[in-house]
């Protein structure tokens, strides 16, 4: 069964942290997303990731195939990045179907 | 560029009565298409895909129904709806791995 697993749940931190939070998935998968949901609910895409790393500003994701892993790394942390983190894996086939975790719910402190 | 667009963003129904969410992409095109649901403290949930006009798989069985009338409209329906549809709807699509979100709607069934 094809599923994946983030961890933490939850996260709080406090303005200027490091960050990191985890994506593991089973089986193989074509390629990994990385998604951020504000609290109105509408999704924004950060990442998608088939191998290495990937940098964008102050968020990097990086991957491990043969761990069937994921992270993906906020530094600096700012309240604005407050947000539910969501990693979705692309099983591919002709169905294209996407399996999505259920989430980090981060708050950063000021 | 591609885009993605989903409405409404906000909906509040009574139980009984109709539904009719829509999305349509620009961009692209023959994509393949989803509908899926996150309940309040779960994950997204798929509920559709579609790989073509006409084409749908359902992947639960459920109060709800999908349409494909276009290769870049899909429609998420139901007759009567219950409290239990309650809930966020997104509808994303993928071609070649690269994957597309729309602000998804948060429906309240009362």
């Known amino acids: 069964k094809n599923e994946v697993e983030q961890s933490p749940q939850n996260l709080t931190a406090q303005e200027g942290e490091f960050i990191t939070i985890n994506c593991s998935y089973s089986?193989?998968?074509?390629?990994l997303h990385w998604l951020q949901q504000h609290p109105g609910g509408g999704i924004v895409s950060l990442f998608m990731?088939?191998?290495g790393k990937k940098k964008h500003g102050r968020l990097i994701a990086t991957i491990n195939i043969q761990e069937k892993h994921s992270s993906l790394h906020i530094t600096a942390s700012h309240p604005r990045d407050s947000a539910v983190y969501i990693c979705a894996g692309d099983y591919g086939g002709s169905q294209g179907n996407l399996i999505f975790g259920k989430g980090t719910k981060l708050s950063v402190k000021p | 560029s591609q885009t993605i667009h989903q409405w409404p963003a906000t909906l509040v129904q009574p139980v009984g009565s109709p539904l009719s969410l829509e999305c349509t992409v620009e961009g692209t095109s023959n994509p393949n298409l989803y509908w899926y649901r996150q309940a309040a403290g779960r994950g997204l949930q798929l509920l559709f895909y579609?790989?073509?006009?006409?084409?749908i798989s359902s992947e639960v069985p459920q109060n709800l129904s999908a349409s494909r009338p276009q290769d870049r409209q899909f429609i998420l329906s139901s007759k009567k709806l219950l409290l239990s549809d309650s809930g966020f709807y997104l509808c994303?699509?993928?071609?070649?791995?690269?994957?597309?979100f729309g602000q998804g709607t948060r429906l309240t069934v009362v």
């Open positions: 994303a699509w993928s071609v070649y791995r690269e994957a597309f």
């Open positions: 089986v193989g998968i074509s390629a």
């Open positions: 990731l088939s191998s």
């Open positions: 579609s790989v073509g006009i006409g084409q």
